[in-house]
């Protein structure tokens, strides 16, 4: 019996938790749901949906998390830059 079966892609579920829980966008929740498709299209023999799906996850929890960083560095900018301009004028 030949087993022609590829490896099991990697579902990037942890990375997708990670987005979802410190970017908090939907992104990783879209992340997520591309995550647990891949083991599921795998044992269903849907090798190379398991495959998109791997790819979809990953590229959505990546997009999140830049982001998010992307958000969160704004935010500092913005409100760093008016906290120091308050303070330069002696308030």
Do not use: H
Request: one cysteine or more.
């Amino acid at each position: 019996m030949e087993n022609n079966q590829p490896p099991r892609p990697n579902n990037y579920l942890a990375l997708s938790i990670i987005s979802t829980i410190l970017c908090c966008l939907v992104t990783g929740i879209v992340s997520i749901i591309y995550s647990t498709q891949v083991n599921t299209k795998y044992d269903a023999g849907d090798y190379a949906g398991a495959e998109q799906a791997s790819k979809n996850a990953k590229t959505w929890a990546l997009v999140g998390i830049i982001a998010g960083a992307v958000i969160i560095l704004g935010y500092f900018l913005i409100f760093g830059a008016a906290f120091f301009s308050e303070m330069s004028r002696g308030y």
